[in-house]
């Protein structure tokens, strides 16, 4: 199991679940754990968003996704894979966010530039495989 799909991807496709049971998926940035391999079944996926946003809220609700590799309009280039998600905090969310502000530089800083204006704050992920 793993990961090794979302190698060499820049974005990924993220499902998240409705109380209902109905699916929503959104394109996201990710960031690979380079500690383990991408094709293990330690492997972990970093995303990051606002605290408030619905695939948080989701995801706190239920930690069951599903992931493919997409594009950046969210048209999928992979097979879909079931995972878990949680929400991190403290030296794993600080870990993740480097990940993530080295993968897309300086995009990832100019847009966490703008957002310092906003007072919303920001949520860090960590994606399993199940």
């Not at 069951?64 to 992979?78: E, F, H, L």
């Amino acid at each position: 199991m793993g990961f090794a799909a979302f190698a060499g991807h820049k974005y990924l496709n993220l499902e998240t679940f409705k109380k209902s049971g109905d699916g929503v998926k959104t394109p996201v940035w990710f960031a690979a754990d380079p500690s383990t391999s991408v094709d293990s079944s330690e492997a972990r996926l970093y995303v990051y968003t606002i605290g408030d946003s619905g695939k948080a809220k989701r995801i706190r609700n239920n930690p069951r996704i599903r992931i493919a590799p997409c594009d950046v309009r969210g048209n999928v280039q992979g097979d879909w894979v079931e995972a878990r998600a949680e929400i991190v905090t403290g030296d794993e969310a600080e870990h993740g966010t480097q990940l993530l502000n080295k993968k897309y530089f300086p995009w990832k800083q100019i847009l966490a530039f703008f957002a310092w204006f906003s007072r919303r704050g920001r949520t860090v992920m960590a994606i399993r495989p199940v």
